[in-house]
């Protein structure tokens, strides 16, 4: 989520992630989800790692489920679309099993990513043909949609989840 999250209610647990955003903590219930405090952890007695291992590993199990459609271009490359409109398709990034899954789906070993808002994620191959188009929309979403995150582009492979380097970034047309 963007940093701003902790002007509003900065005893929110959180740690720093990529591109100025933080991951943090949320209880979802069928009608409603709350943001994790400092104070609750301190009365439940764990620590932040326990949080985030078991957020982990639920949002893997909700994960595991989903279907994914990866769409090839005729000039190369491939991409899959994310958006279950559960609010934690963005999130999915941090997740390892997933992001393996699509990178299976994508029968690629590295693959680069846009979440320009919660309720999508975007992935395709370094070969995709139209990848500088894919840059370019997840910049407008991010400037466009609500509730933006950043038009950051990442890159995801084995070894975990980092933003993409510059010459990875140039190529996409930025």
């Not at 000039?75 to 958006?83: E, I, L, R």
Request: hydrophobic letters at 45%; zero cysteines; proline letters at 7%.
């Amino acid at each position: 989520m963007p940093p701003d999250y902790l002007q509003q209610a900065g005893d929110l647990v959180h740690r720093g992630f990529l591109a100025g955003l933080i991951v943090a903590y949320a209880i979802d219930e069928k009608e409603r989800y709350e943001l994790i405090r400092q104070p609750d952890i301190d009365s439940w007695h764990v620590g932040q790692a326990e949080i985030e291992a078991r957020a982990i590993a639920n949002l893997e199990a909700v994960s595991a489920g989903i279907s994914l459609s990866p769409r090839s271009n005729p000039d190369g490359g491939a991409f899959v679309a994310v958006s279950t409109t559960d609010g934690y398709d963005a999130a999915r990034l941090l997740l390892p099993q997933f992001m393996r899954h699509v990178r299976q789906a994508l029968n690629a070993s590295l693959i680069f990513a846009g979440i320009p808002n919660p309720d999508f994620l975007v992935a395709w191959t370094p070969d995709f043909a139209p990848r500088r188009g894919f840059a370019t929309k997840i910049a407008q979403d991010f400037q466009s949609r609500p509730h933006p995150l950043t038009d950051a582009l990442f890159a995801s492979n084995d070894n975990g989840v980092r933003l993409a380097d510059a010459a990875a970034i140039r190529d996409r047309g930025r």
